[in-house]
């Protein structure tokens, strides 16, 4: 009942732009990380098909986010210049043009190849994304709307495993890869004719001088940088999670098929819940009480996956999917709220977000390698003891920025 309500306030508070804003962004994390993940769900196929290790079939996730994470600055300098909605429209339309070739790749440097030219393409709409809604929307609304376009990411990351997952039962790799192109396509229409005009986008000038001083300014701030750090620590924990999910299930003792083992991704939806749940919360109570359940939860989620037994392994990951989510939703919009700058401020979010993916997503691969899983929870377990401690810095550290409710 109070949810209802609070539903119908919200709508009554939004005028008819501000909720096709929000549509739009939901579509744009729809395309975006269908895309961006849609090749977690065929790692082991991969390795089958291309005599590939684990941690060699991983980089078809790793490179994407790591060639993401070093576009983002200048993607998101260029759209302080030409304006973010034409950066973002390229970046989509870019991104499903490559993927619908990626299924005819002959081999797997090639595919590997396609997939960082494809996190290149990726880079414009995460980089953008943060700094549009707080451009456009209402600051009372923004905790609400940022939580919507999150939940549009986990829905896109959703589809981008489950559909290549159901496709295996009955093809293989390369069909399952087109299909989720072929839907990220047409997502892609569906963001790029629903997106409206900046408002309050002013341009700004981006030579290097600029720029660097705009990155730099955010970076003097502690407490950014404790969110930077925060983004870095806990998305690489959770993609090393999904990265080797598949291979523990495929393995003994639950020896399940692969297109069952990627039925598991289905459990991103309690993310889906969760982003918006915490949206609407971080409004409500606070920043950092959210914060801090957020990674408590993921810290009980992964111990509980620890036991080989099928139901434990997937009400924990259940419970660590919804509170990264969580999690994601408050740093992120805690960011828009304390930056001077936010187009600087979300890019550098944005960047150690996904060179975490990147580069602690792949070391990952040689924990489970050696030790199994044990070895990769061990691996996460200090990444949220790393995180752990951020979060006290961030609630210790000086505040440079007045902030509302923290």
């Known amino acids: 009942m109070t949810t209802t309500i609070t539903e119908a306030v919200e709508k009554t508070t939004r005028s008819p732009r501000e909720r096709r804003i929000i549509a739009a962004l939901f579509a744009a994390g729809l395309t975006t990380f269908a895309s961006m993940y849609s090749a977690q769900a065929l790692l082991p196929s991969l390795s089958a098909a291309f005599g590939a290790t684990p941690a060699h079939a991983a980089l078809a996730v790793s490179l994407t986010t790591g060639l993401l994470a070093l576009a983002i600055i200048p993607v998101s300098a260029l759209s302080s210049r030409i304006g973010r909605t034409r950066v973002m429209i390229g970046s989509a339309i870019t991104c499903a043009l490559i993927g619908v070739l990626l299924p005819l790749s002959p081999n797997l440097e090639v595919l ?90 002013v341009a700004r000038p981006s030579g290097v001088r600029t720029v660097l001083g705009d990155l730099f300014a955010q970076l003097r701030n502690p407490r950014l940088l404790a969110l930077f750090g925060l983004a870095f620590v806990l998305m690489g924990g959770f993609v090393s999670v999904y990265n080797f999910l598949g291979y523990r299930l495929i393995a003994a003792p639950f020896h399940l098929p692969d297109a069952l083992a990627g039925m598991v991704f289905v459990l991103y939806l309690s993310g889906t819940a969760a982003s918006a749940v915490s949206g609407r919360l971080v409004d409500r109570v606070g920043r950092q009480r959210v914060l801090i359940a957020s990674v408590a939860l993921m810290a009980v989620g992964l111990f509980v996956t620890v036991a080989d037994n099928l139901a434990a392994i997937i009400c924990g990951i259940l419970i660590y999917t919804a509170g990264f989510f969580g999690a994601h939703t408050t740093a992120s919009t805690w960011v828009g709220a304390m930056a001077t700058n936010r187009g600087a401020a979300s890019s550098l979010y944005m960047f150690a977000y996904y060179l975490g993916s990147s580069i602690l997503g792949a070391t990952g691969g040689f924990a489970y390698a050696h030790t199994g899983w044990p070895g990769l929870t061990y691996f996460v377990t200090t990444l949220l003891t790393l995180a752990t401690i951020l979060i006290t810095t961030l609630t210790l550290s000086p505040r440079r920025t007045k902030i509302t409710r923290t």
């Not at 953008?128 to 939580?147: F, K, P, R, T």
């Not at 589809?159 to 989720?180: E, H, K, Q």
Request: hydrophobic residues 60%.
């Open 112 to 201: 590997l190849a396609g997939r960082a030219l494809q996190g290149v393409a990726l880079a414009g709409v995460p980089a953008v994304a943060m700094a549009y809604l707080a451009e456009e929307i209402e600051s009372v609304n923004l905790g609400s709307a940022m939580g919507i376009y999150v939940a549009g990411n986990t829905i896109g990351g959703l589809l981008g495993r489950m559909i290549p997952s159901f496709t295996l039962t009955f093809a293989s790799w390369r069909w399952a890869d087109a299909v989720i192109a072929i839907a990220a396509a047409l997502c892609t229409v569906w963001f790029v004719r629903a997106l409206p005009a900046s408002r309050g986008f």
